[in-house]
Every structure is written in structure tokens, then in C-alpha cells.
């Protein structure tokens, strides 16, 4: 039989394992090294790329790592030099040696293996605390955790304001002993105590506390907890072995970890969220009872030298303590709560005083204006103050004409819907996203587009084409107009049509793949035949270029290849400022929860396109006394070249002088950088008029305002004026002419309702600025709750439009109808929601248009009025008209709907007038259409003409040239274009022009006349001229309906 042991040297034989176990051992080697290579390529190409820009947050990444990691993995015990790792690695290898001797050692010699007599082999130190490495071992080892284990406690918010620190700024570091004083000081009843003690610490609390607790936790975690857990059971089993084991011991160090963890929980309370009345008690239980377990713990190790159980009484002394210092701390807050229960305003007011002031400054809450104002009601015949009789109609739509050209008509949907057809025939690219803009006052929906490789691409083509063929858009943005939909040349705003840096969007590739290309090449695989000759990218030559890609090694053996990599702005972002956050998540639910890309918008400065993309910035808050959520901070924005990738950024405006980040980001990042990223003292003019407040900011803003605009503390603790954002309603970015403004502006609007309540009205909505002089600046427009006319919501604004009998009837009419977004605008003193209706072809084509548009009265007394029209301005005439109880234009007459507390009820009546409300209706439109004939008669006269009214006109020949509709005065434009054209063409001297029915004879006109003359049913006004032609008298005359 073989003998796996040499008979002459008793070294072991030749066995095959051995050369498998070589072998998996060089394949993994490899495995690493190529890896360690790839990645050490991927490091250079950033640093070439990027510069300094991508070093410094590495630089801070490695002061965060050693400082933590020294902070949790180093051991100061120099005298015992323990390890747990070198521990288990010698029971480990210890137990392998066991294993190989079992085949030729015998019963006897393996149960020495515990014994103080067996071989030297087997003397390692079975119980941890007679573990002791070498002094220069040890040393080695410390340092070797920190190199190693400095990579899992990197924090770059902590790490760059280390450095800033260390450089001699101060935030707030001397102040921090303030936060010991905090449970035990008698708050006052306002918030004058957390403005004076606790925000001069919020920058400390958020920027340097969080690491470091988690860091001392840690080590207490691994050094107190599992180092003791190990010690006790490597105790216990060597003890066992011995048949002494040493209960007592054993529960010394039990009380140890225990008082040692009370003592740090106790600690940590100093730095919770959740202060009030209650809290120096549970901190004082906690530190007290950490310290009689450490005494007990102290007292139990020195008697367990000669007592190796414990007594019964030094168990119920032990419980007795606990169950003291339980009792009395929890009898204290018990009584404190019973208390508090019945004077909350005395006990528990002054705490909520200081969450108001806390989180009102974490929100930045104190810079939000608030104005309260009074909704006009809708008009009416009454003869109150409200009432607008019909002229007052007119010349409040022709007053607002500049707000009515202004309504956004088209929302995101239907603006992608619209679009799509410019894409042209292709399956390469698709739309990344769909932004409103603004340029000269006017509003654009802008759709940046993104490549994506077609569907029909088979496997082995996919490598090729994403790396080497669909490289950029060629489409750039396109553009259509918010209020008209009418699609324009982009062009026009955009020059810059190649997108190689951008937004991959839903089906995009930017953020799948880098793009290449061999430098000095002639012919280009890029779609399009394009040829990039931007900045973005880096050069690569072998062999460099075969590690980053080994498909280079054999079809590129000695070209240099120009890598575009981090294409996606995002991930590129990511990669050169890691600091801030890139997605944010939407949603009421875990179950309906949305990850998305922070909002960026496309903007340009005449000759090249960028992307704006917000730099914000998360603060955890959760060791500053009283927060209640995180802190968001906007630090600035960054532009982003979509051809050549590089990255300029500016500081915010909004961001103010208080921001302790913002103030250590540029103190940082101050001046060129190098690489592709730069820093900009100050926003570009061409950037101020396309700047776009993060509806993120302005979201987080808002929901801590609804909660936090309560500043009472009773009022607080009643909750009976929290508010919320309407459900399903996005915010909005409009042009429009809130209170208080002189002119309209491009604002963010958001509507805010009471919490809770039965009634869908709204208390008020909230607008921000985006012009660069007021940016960032938040107005709440606050309506009283116990207001008579209410605000309707946009859901209750809806619901009246679709139970409105005329738009029921409209919509019969209409085809595959698509309600759009609730706008509510400002209109004269009338507050209104516009609301689009979109028809679309059934066929999946893609073809949108605009159905009519619903002017719903958001400010209501109990009836809900709607008007539909072509246009804005129709719209709004007809519900100023239907509110007032007149006939709408050229629509079809409903009833009213009435509303309960915002809440419209299933069965709608129509309320009829009286006989004396209807006479008075049908007078007034009467006066309504003579003024508007009276205007036509002077339109003539202007011309020069002499208006005569006969009793009948009657010629051989008429023709009707033109038939326009006047039914509202927006329509007066359009009847005036009209009478000029007939004017020019009918009514001038000496020969004129030709009649449709007589296109060759030379029309004379009788004289400078016009003819007026009403039709039969008086709803039709006729102008006309005779003209002799061939002898034969003609009738050239123009019709307008007047209403």
C-alpha cells in the first residue's frame, strides 16, 4: 500500500491535489490582476480626464477612510495586543494541523491538543485573552486594517469638511459641549433657545457627527461586544476542557458589555432627534445604570480570581439594580406624561417651539413671504361690488389680453405627443425627456433627444453599434410653443445639433455604453457619417487600450483609440462631483415608489447646448435635536457641454450665505480646476433669463411648509391647520401674474389644501421665482379658512368640467378626448382654472389636437361656473358671461354647478332663473350687441366712409365676400383684418377690384358709401357697397354674426 510519507525523510509525498490546488490558485491570481489591472486603467483614464476635479473628491475620500477607519479599527491596547482576525487565523490553521496528524497520531495525543503538555504545534493559546501578537507585528497589523479597511468608511461629506477643518475654518466645533446642556435646560416657550444653541450646531451636527458616531459605535460594537463575546467563549471552552469553568468570570464581562453599551447609549442621547421633558431622565437611568453594571462588572472579575460561581445575592443585587433605577426613571416619566397629558400646551409647548424654530430653519422656511388675500367672487347681476355687466366683460378680457395669450395650453403629454412626428422616420431615437422652457418671455416645451439602438439589432451586431455607430443624437432638441402647440425650428435657439453627453432617458444608450473611435481616422462608422471633433474623451494608445478593452488587442493592435466614456450626464456627474444627489424618489408608498434622475432642462447660449443640471446636496439630520426630516440644501447648478462633456459650475443664488456646505464646496473648489470641470464666480447673463428652480427643492420646500408654517404651539399640537399637496397634481411651471407682481413672470406654482379634510378646497398655493434677481424666492398666497368664497381644488375644478351640461354636449362631438393639467391662473382679480381638452386619432398615429378649452371659476360662493371656447380668451368670456347669468358665446347654454365645501354632488340641478333676472339678461345682451355694431359703424367711418342704413337693399347681383364671427371681444382682431380686406378691395376709387363672380370686368365704385342692413333674425349685420360693372349694379357685401 502507498505511503503518503517519504520512508527516509518522513516528508510528504507527490499528490495531484496539490498541482490542482497551484492552479486554482494562479487562475485566481490572474483573475485578480486583470481585474487590479482594468481598474488601475480606468484610474488613470479619470485622472487624464478629469484632473483635479475627479482627485480631489478621491483625496477627500481618503481623508474621510483613514481618519474613520483609525477612529474604529485601531487598538491603543498596546500591552495586550490582541487581534481577532490573527486569532481565528491560528485556530484555523491550528485546527488544519490537528487534521493532517489524526492519521498518525493516536487517541492520547490527540485529546492533548488543550493540554499544556502537547506538542509545540499544538500550544496556541486556546482562550483569547492569552492571545498576544509580536510588538512589530502588531504594529504592521494596525496599520495594515487602516490600508485596507480605509475604503468601507470613506464619507466625502465628512471627508471634505475634514479637510476644510484642518485648514483653520471653523464651523461651529467649539460650540459643540452646548449640546450636553440641551436635556437638562429649562426651555423657554418660543424658539428663541434652539436659535441661540442648537442651529449654530446644526452645521457640526450634520457635517462631522454622523461619521464619527457611526465610527465609535463600530469600534465599540467590535471591541466591547465581539471581542468579549470571543474572550467568554474561548473562555468557557477552554475551561471546560480543564473542568473548571469560571461562571463568574464569565459574567463580569457579560456586565462589562453591558455597562459599557448603556454608557454609549446613554451618550448617543445626547445627540437625538427626540428631545423633550422626559428625555434627562431616560439619559440619566441609562448613564447610571452603565455605571453600576461597569463597577459590577470591575468588583466580579476581582472575585472570580477566587469564587467561580456567583452567589444568589449578587444575582438579585444585580437585578435589584436594574429593577430600581427601571422603576424609578420610568415613575418619573410616567408621572411627567400624566402630566403633560393634561396641561400639553405647558409641558409640551415649549418643545414644540424649538422643533418649529429647528426645522423652519433647516427648510429655510423663514424666507418664504406670506400674503393673505381675499378672493374676489365670481360676477354676477347683483348689484354688488362683484357684478360685471357686459361691457366690464369685455374690457376685463381685453384688459388681460397679455395674461390670456400667456395660458399654457399644451401639457407634457400631449407636447410629446405632438412632437413624435418630428423624430422623421426613425428607430435610432426617441425623446429623453420633455422640459418647459422659456426664451423672450414665451413658453417651449424642449425635448432634448438620445440614440437607442433599434429592437431589430441582432446579438452579434449589438457590441459594434453601441460603441462605434450610435454615438450622439443628430436631432438635438426640438421645440414646439406651449400656448399655441405650434412646433418651430429649434434652430432657432439650439444651433448645436450633435448630442455626445446627455440624458439616456427610458430607452437611451448613454448610460449603457462608451463610444470609440481610432484617432486619424478617414471614414467614420458613426451614424450619419459624423465626425466628433469636440474636447470630451481621452486618448488611448496600446497597450493601455487593450486592458481597457481586449477586443482592441487584435482589431486595433496599434492604434490609439479616442474613449468617450460617462456619456449619461448623470454617471458622469456621479464620477466629478460625488457629493450631491443624482436621483430622487416619488411616490406615496413602498408599493408605488419612483426612482428618477434629479429634473435637468436643456438651455444654450446661442451657439452651444448645455444641460442645467441642480446640485443638491443631502444633509443627515437625525443627530440635531428636534429635526424631523433630512436637509436638502441647493448649492448651485452645473452646465454640462453636450458636445464636448465639460462642466462648469455656479454657485446659487438661493443658496444665501448661511449654507455651511455651499461655503466649504467653493472655499474648495475655487478657481479652474483643470480637466473638464470649472467654477463660475457668477451666473453667465445669457443663463439668467433660462434658469429654472428644481421642482425637487421647490417639492421639499413645500411639504415642510405645510407642516411648519404653523409657528403657535398650540396650534401645532391641535393639527387642525396642516396642509398637503393635492393628490396627483405635479407642480407647474407658468407665466403668469400672481398678487403683488407688476408684470407676469415664468413661476413655479404648487397647490396646497388642508390636511385630512372632507372638502377638496384649496387654503392657498405656493409660487417661486426663476428670474436670477428673485430666484429661488417662495411666496405662499394664503387664502382664510373661514373665507366665504372658497378656492376650488384642480380635482374639484375637473369634476365640474366633465358634469358642465355644454362640455357634455361638446364632447359628444368630440373624438378620443385626454382632459389635460388644471392651470390655475390669475385673471384680472378672477382666479381660474384653464383646462385643455385634447383629441387624438384612434388610429395610434400620434396625431393631437386641441379640442376646446374649459375657463373653470376656482374662487366659488356655491356655484361652479365653466366656460368653453377656441381660445383663452373665449373661454374666459363665457364663464365671466355664465357667471354673471348672461348666454355664453358660441357655446351651448348650461345650468351652474353647484359645490358643497369643494365637493360637487352626483345629481346636478339647473337652477332657472327668475322672470325678472332673465328679462334683465336678455336686455343687457341686447346693449351689449349695439355697442359691438356701434364699433363696426366706426370702423368705416375711419376709413372714410359714410355708414347710411337703408330699409332694404336690392340689386341685380350680390355677393357675400366674407363672413366673420364677433361674438366676443377677443374676436375684434380677426373682424377688423376682415373689414380692411374687403375694404382695400371693394370700396376704393377708380378701378377695383373683381368680384368672385366676375374676375375680368373692371368694377367702378358708385361712391365712398357703405350700406349697413341687419338680417332677419337680427343676429347677422350686413356692410356692403354697389358697384356698376358691365352696366349691371353689383352687391359686394361682408356678414357678421354680432352677439
Same mark, same amino acid.
Given at each position: ?31 485578480? @490582476? ?5 481598474q ?9 480626464e ?70 509545540k ?16 507585528? @502588531? ?17 466625502l ?27 437638562? +435646560? ?12 442648537v ?30 463575546g ?11 476542557s ?50 453600576? @453594571? ?25 437585578l ?5 433605577? +427601571? ?36 427648510? =429655510? ?21 362683484s ?54 418671455? +414665451? ?30 443624437s ?9 400656448n ?89 456627474m ?52 428636534w ?10 447648478f ?119 379634510s ?8 405656493? $409660487? ?7 430666484f ?15 378656492l ?8 365640474a368640467? =366633465? ?55 376656482a ?17 374666459? =368670456?363665457?364663464?365671466?358671461l355664465?357667471?354673471a ?13 353647484? $359645490?358643497?365645501?369643494?365637493t360637487?354632488p ?13 328679462q ?16 363696426? =359703424? ?104 354680432v352677439?
Open positions: 500500500m502507498w505511503n503518503p510519507f517519504n520512508e527516509d525523510s518522513g516528508t510528504p509525498g507527490f499528490k495531484i491535489w496539490r498541482i490542482i490546488r497551484i492552479a486554482v490558485f494562479v487562475i485566481i491570481g490572474l483573475i485578480i @490582476f486583470w481585474l487590479a489591472s482594468s488601475s486603467v480606468n484610474l488613470f483614464m479619470n485622472v487624464v478629469f484632473g483635479n476635479v475627479f482627485t480631489k473628491p478621491l483625496y477627500y475620500s481618503i481623508v474621510s477612510g483613514l481618519i474613520l477607519c483609525s477612529i474604529a479599527a485601531i487598538r491603543v491596547d498596546y500591552r495586550h495586543r490582541n487581534s481577532i482576525t490573527w486569532y481565528g487565523i491560528h485556530l484555523l490553521v491550528n485546527f488544519l494541523k490537528r487534521g493532517d496528524n489524526d492519521s498518525s497520531s493516536s487517541s492520547s495525543a490527540s485529546s492533548s491538543y488543550y493540554s499544556k503538555t502537547a506538542s504545534r499544538s500550544k496556541l493559546p486556546i482562550r483569547y485573552p492569552d492571545f498576544k501578537m509580536e510588538k512589530r507585528s @502588531f504594529i504592521i497589523w494596525q496599520i495594515t486594517k487602516v490600508v485596507l479597511f480605509a475604503p468601507l468608511f470613506t464619507n461629506i465628512f471627508g471634505i469638511s475634514a479637510v476644510f477643518l484642518l485648514e483653520g475654518h471653523d464651523i461651529g466645533l467649539g460650540l459643540l459641549p452646548n449640546i450636553f446642556l440641551v436635556p437638562f +435646560t429649562n426651555i423657554p416657550s418660543d424658539g428663541s433657545f434652539a436659535q441661540q444653541h442651529i449654530p450646531l446644526i452645521p457640526v451636527l450634520t457635517l462631522i457627527i454622523p461619521s464619527l458616531l457611526s465610527a465609535i459605535g463600530i469600534r465599540i460594537f467590535l471591541y466591547i461586544g465581539v471581542v468579549g470571543i474572550s467568554i467563549a474561548s473562555r468557557y471552552v477552554a475551561d471546560t480543564e473542568s473548571k469553568p469560571k461562571l463568574l468570570s464569565y459574567i463580569s464581562t457579560m456586565e462589562q458589555i453591558l455597562g459599557v453599551t448603556l454608557l454609549w447609549t446613554g451618550f448617543t442621547m445626547f445627540f437625538s432627534f427626540n428631545i423633550n421633558y422626559n428625555t434627562k431622565y431616560a439619559i440619566l437611568g441609562t448613564l447610571i445604570m452603565g455605571l453600576f @453594571f461597569i463597577a459590577y462588572g470591575f468588583l466580579d472579575n476581582r472575585r472570580s480570581k477566587i469564587i467561580v460561581t456567583p452567589e444568589r445575592k449578587q444575582i438579585y443585587t444585580r435589584f439594580t436594574i429593577l430600581a433605577i +427601571t422603576i424609578v426613571t420610568g415613575s418619573f416619566m410616567a408621572i411627567n406624561n400624566t402630566i403633560a397629558d393634561a396641561k400639553k400646551i405647558q409641558w409640551g409647548g415649549p418643545y414644540i417651539a424649538q422643533e418649529i424654530a429647528v426645522n423652519r430653519y433647516i427648510a =429655510e422656511l423663514d424666507k418664504v413671504q406670506t400674503v393673505n388675500y381675499s378672493l374676489a367672487a365670481p360676477p354676477s347681476l347683483s348689484s354688488s361690488s357684478s360685471l355687466p357686459p361691457p366690464s366683460i369685455s374690457a376685463m378680457v381685453n384688459g388681460n389680453n397679455d395674461a390670456l395669450n400667456n395660458i399654457r395650453l399644451w401639457d407634457q403629454q400631449a407636447a410629446q405627443l405632438k412632437l413624435k412626428p418630428q423624430l422623421g422616420q426613425k428607430n435610432d431615437i426617441n425623446f429623453a425627456d420633455t422640459n418647459i422652457e422659456r426664451f423672450n418671455n +414665451t413658453m417651449y416645451w424642449a425635448a432634448p433627444t438620445a440614440p437607442n439602438l433599434p429592437a431589430d439589432v441582432i446579438p452579434e451586431n449589438i457590441w459594434y453599434n453601441e460603441h462605434f455607430v450610435y454615438t450622439h443628430g436631432k438635438g432638441v426640438l421645440m414646439m410653443e406651449a399655441t402647440g405650434d412646433v418651430i425650428d429649434s434652430s432657432k435657439f439650439f444651433k448645436q445639433k450633435n448630442i455626445y453627453y446627455g440624458d439616456s432617458g427610458p430607452t437611451g444608450i448613454f448610460n449603457q455604453a462608451w463610444s470609440a473611435f481610432p484617432v486619424g481616422r478617414t471614414l467614420s462608422d458613426e451614424i450619419e457619417g459624423a465626425f466628433y471633433t469636440g474636447t470630451g474623451g481621452v486618448n488611448v494608445a496600446p497597450p493601455v487600450s487593450w486592458v481597457f478593452e481586449p477586443k482592441f488587442m487584435l482589431s486595433y493592435t496599434d492604434s490609439t483609440m479616442h474613449v468617450l466614456r460617462y456619456k449619461d450626464i448623470f454617471d458622469r456621479k464620477v466629478m462631483y460625488p457629493y450631491f444627489v443624482y436621483d430622487f424618489t416619488q411616490g406615496t408608498s413602498q408599493a408605488n415608489i419612483n426612482i428618477r434622475n434629479v429634473g435637468v432642462v436643456p438651455v444654450t447660449d446661442g451657439k452651444n447646448t448645455y444641460w442645467l443640471m441642480p446640485l443638491i446636496v443631502f444633509l443627515d439630520t437625525s443627530h440635531v435635536p429635526s424631523s426630516g433630512d436637509m436638502l440644501r441647493l448649492v448651485g452645473a452646465l454640462i457641454d453636450a458636445y464636448n462633456g465639460s462642466v462648469k459650475i455656479i454657485r446659487s443664488t438661493a443658496s444665501g450665505s448661511n449654507d455651511p456646505f455651499s461655503q466649504i464646496f467653493f472655499e474648495q473648489y475655487a478657481g479652474n480646476n483643470g480637466g473638464d470641470g470649472t467654477v463660475l464666480t457668477k451666473t453667465p447673463e445669457w443663463l439668467s433669463k433660462q434658469l429654472v428652480y428644481p421642482e425637487e427643492m421647490f417639492l421639499w420646500k413645500v411639504n415642510r411648509f405645510n407642516q411648519y408654517h404653523v409657528t403657535d404651539p398650540k396650534t401645532f399640537i391641535e393639527a387642525q391647520q396642516f396642509y398637503k399637496t393635492p393628490d396627483q397634481v405635479s407642480t407647474n411651471y407658468i407665466i403668469t401674474n400672481p398678487p403683488g407682481f407688476d408684470k407676469p413672470q415664468f413661476v413655479g406654482m404648487q397647490s396646497v389644501q388642508l390636511s385630512n372632507p372638502a377638496n378646497n384649496l387654503v392657498g398655493y405656493m $409660487v417661486v421665482q426663476n428670474n436670477l434677481e428673485s429661488g424666492k417662495m411666496i405662499f398666497y394664503s387664502v382664510p379658512l373661514d373665507s366665504a368664497t372658497k376650488l381644488g384642480p380635482g374639484t375644478a375637473r369634476d368640467l =366633465e358634469k358642465d351640461p355644454a362640455y357634455a354636449k361638446e364632447k359628444g362631438l368630440l373624438r378620443n378626448t385626454r382632459v389635460g393639467d388644471s392651470l390655475l391662473y390669475r385673471i384680472g382679480n378672477q382666479e381660474v382654472y384653464f383646462i385643455p381638452v385634447y383629441t387624438a386619432s384612434t388610429s395610434g398615429g400620434g396625431v393631437i389636437q386641441l379640442g376646446t378649452i374649459a375657463a373653470v371659476g374662487s366659488v360662493t356655491g356655484n361652479a361656473y365653466v366656460g368653453l371656447g377656441d381660445t383663452p380668451q373665449l373661454a374666459f =368670456e363665457n364663464y365671466l355664465k357667471a347669468g348672461l348666454g355664453p358665446l358660441n357655446q351651448t347654454s348650461g345650468g351652474t354647478t353647484t $359645490v358643497a365645501n369643494g360637487l352626483a345629481a346636478l340641478s339647473n337652477a332657472s332663473a327668475t322672470t325678472k333676472q332673465q334683465q339678461a336678455n336686455e343687457t345682451l341686447v346693449l351689449h350687441r349695439a355697442e359691438r355694431i356701434l364699433g363696426l =359703424e366706426k370702423i368705416f367711418v375711419s376709413a372714410g366712409l359714410t355708414v347710411l342704413k337703408p330699409t332694404a337693399v336690392s340689386a341685380p347681383l350680390s355677393f357675400k365676400e366674407a363672413d366673420v364671427t364677433y361674438l366676443a371681444d377677443s374676436q375684434i382682431d380677426f373682424v377688423k383684418s376682415a373689414i380692411t380686406k374687403f375694404l382695400l378691395e371693394f370700396s376704393s376709387p377708380g378701378p377695383g377690384g373683381t368680384s368672385s363672380a366676375s374676375h375680368s370686368a373692371a368694377a367702378i365704385p358708385t361712391d365712398l358709401r357703405i350700406f349697413e342692413w341687419q338680417g332677419s333674425d337680427n343676429k347677422v349685420v350686413n356692410f356692403g357697397t354697389l358697384k356698376v360693372v358691365n352696366g349691371i349694379v353689383e352687391n359686394h357685401y361682408i356678414s357678421i354674426h352677439g
